[in-house]
């Protein structure tokens, strides 16, 4: 059964900034370079109604792409190196229909 794993998340940096730009192109490659990663976006929040202020989307044809995901060095060595000091907090949701 397909998983949409969605992360709405603020950022360290100043909105506009080259240090958020470089952290979000550089999520971008990484994360859309794991086997199983589909449909990848990254959004802006327009709402004033919430302190996060971005959105990873993506989706897995299934648990076993979900699980082989979160275990990929490339995934595990960005939230270590990047995600972690970069986000000052976040939000994670895991859909399936």
Known sequence: MPIE??????????PGSAEEQEFLATARETLTGIPGVAGFAVLRQVSPKSALTHQFRMTFADAAAYDAYN??????????????????????????A
């Not at 794993?5 to 100043?14: A, G, Q």
């Not at 490339?74 to 399936?96: I, K, L, M, N, S």
């Open 71 to 96: 275990a990929h060095p490339a995934h595990v060595g960005f939230v270590e190196g990047r995600w972690v000091p970069e986000v000052a907090e976040f939000q994670e949701y895991d859909f399936t």
């Open 5 to 14: 794993h969605t992360v709405v998340f603020r950022l360290v940096h100043e």
